[in-house]
Structures are given as structure tokens and as C-alpha cells.
């Protein structure tokens, strides 16, 4: 079985697309479960009400707004399946993506995979694709500024030897799946295919936020390699950011 982790804060205009695409899964032997972080009360009514409709899912309530790693971590205690996977309220998965990529990850005896994304607009316009053309590994993370969407992870159980970083506002993400890849025992594999994950890109990522991002890297790179590497690290970071949005606006 695939446990899906999903955190919820206020996402209720996400609500029927969500369960819409998750249902048309062609994969089926699932479970989701969403961890509402203090929603609003209608907000938490519409997903509950959403909830209740497949025995499959599964709604725990912080008691408090906690934030997205506490959240996150909290579906991973709960998590009864052999694969975790991630999926955010506002992203959209391919039908086939559990599927295939569960697939690929037994075949290929894989613990930690991801997929290539599709970026949209708020509308659903298509606006970029995230691609590399180097291997996952933990050095190319590092070096290159692999994007990995947490929507497009699975893992296999075992692998999750550490949690999401609750401390950190920034890059908790990346630092998790670095602690990860750093494990030379656990095999790892991008799926280079942009269709499996639609990823929304909202307005409201501000200036202030991307330097949030680069502090979270930093201090991210500093648990991984040491402070002095992560200046090196960090820096390449900028500079693959800025080659990933000069290319952005040439295409």
C-alpha cells in the first residue's frame, strides 16, 4: 500500500479537483491522509465532508496551527504503507503517476524517486517545465540544484530515517531529501517526465520569500556538509537558480 501525506491549511477552493484527481488514480490500493493544520471552520468542514466519502481516507486535526513540517511529519507516524508519497492540496497528479511510478520503483529496486513537473498559473496555464539532464544523486543535489517537488516524491518506507526539520520555514524539503540521498545504501531515480505532477506556481511568491529560501538552503547545506561547504553549495545554488530563470524567460 501507498500512504499519501497530504497537509491542509484553508485549501477548500482546491477541494473538488483534489479528490477528483486522487480518486482517478489508477492505482488503488492507497491511503491518504490529510492533516488539517487549524483551517478555518467551513475550510474544515469542506474537508471532512470530502473525507467521509472513501473509506480510504483518513483526517487528523492539529490543535493548533503547527505549520507544514510538523504536518507532514505527523502523516508519516501515521503512515501505514510500505511507500509514502506526498501531495500538496493545490498540486494535480497524472492519473497513471502512482501507478508508473510505483512500478518503476519495484522493477528497478528503487527507494527514493521523483518526477519532472509541470509548472502552471493560477488559471492552469502552462508557464514551464522542470527538467535536469543529470542523475539524482547526492552530489548533483548539491552541485546542481536538482528541483524536486515534494509532490512528486515516493519513497520506499524504510528509507525515512530522519523527518522533516520542524524548526526550519524554508528548505526543510531539500534538507530531508539530501539526508536521504547522502545514504549510499538507498538507490534513487528521477523520472524525467514532466507530465506525471502538475505543479502550481503561485503569485505570491514573493522577493521575501525566495530570500527565505536561500537562507533555508544555506542553513539546510550546513546541517548536510559543514558550514564552509555550504558557501560553495549555496552558492551554486544561486547561480543554478538564475540559470533556470534566464532559461525560463528565453522559452
Not at 533556470?244 to 522559452?251: D, E, I, S, T, Y
Amino acid at each position: 500500500m501507498i500512504s499519501i501525506i497530504t497537509p491542509h491549511y484553508n485549501g477548500a477552493v482546491f477541494h473538488e479537483r483534489f479528490f477528483k484527481g486522487l480518486l482517478e488514480q489508477t492505482f488503488i490500493d492507497w491511503e491518504l491522509i490529510v492533516i488539517d493544520d487549524c483551517s478555518e471552520k467551513y475550510q474544515y468542514v469542506s474537508v471532512k465532508r470530502h473525507i467521509s466519502k472513501d473509506s480510504r481516507c483518513i483526517l487528523l486535526r492539529n490543535d493548533i496551527n503547527r505549520g507544514v513540517s510538523f504536518s507532514r511529519n505527523r502523516g508519516l507516524l501515521n503512515a501505514k504503507g510500505s511507500y509514502i508519497a506526498f501531495l500538496d492540496i493545490d498540486d494535480i497528479w497524472h492519473c497513471n503517476k502512482l501507478k508508473f511510478q510505483y512500478n518503476t520503483m519495484i522493477a528497478s529496486s528503487i527507494d527514493f524517486c521523483c518526477t519532472a513537473f509541470t509548472i502552471v498559473d493560477e488559471k492552469l496555464n502552462i508557464i514551464g517545465f522542470s527538467s535536469s539532464a543529470k542523475e539524482l544523486s547526492y552530489d548533483n543535489l548539491l552541485k546542481f540544484n536538482i528541483n524536486i517537488a515534494c509532490s512528486s516524491v515516493m519513497l520506499r518506507r524504510e528509507s525515512v530515517g530522519n523527518f522533516f526539520n520542524e524548526s526550519m520555514s524554508h528548505a526543510e524539503d531539500y534538507l530531508l531529501w539530501g539526508q536521504i540521498l547522502s545514504e549510499k545504501r538507498f538507490n534513487s531515480m528521477l523520472i524525467n517526465d514532466p507530465k506525471y505532477l502538475v505543479y502550481l506556481k503561485s503569485r505570491n511568491s514573493l522577493s521575501s520569500s525566495k530570500f527565505k529560501q536561500l537562507l533555508g538552503v544555506f542553513e539546510a547545506n550546513t546541517e548536510l556538509v559543514g558550514s564552509l561547504r555550504a558557501v560553495y553549495f549555496t552558492t551554486c545554488y544561486v547561480l543554478n537558480s538564475l540559470r533556470r530563470l534566464v532559461n525560463f524567460k528565453m522559452n
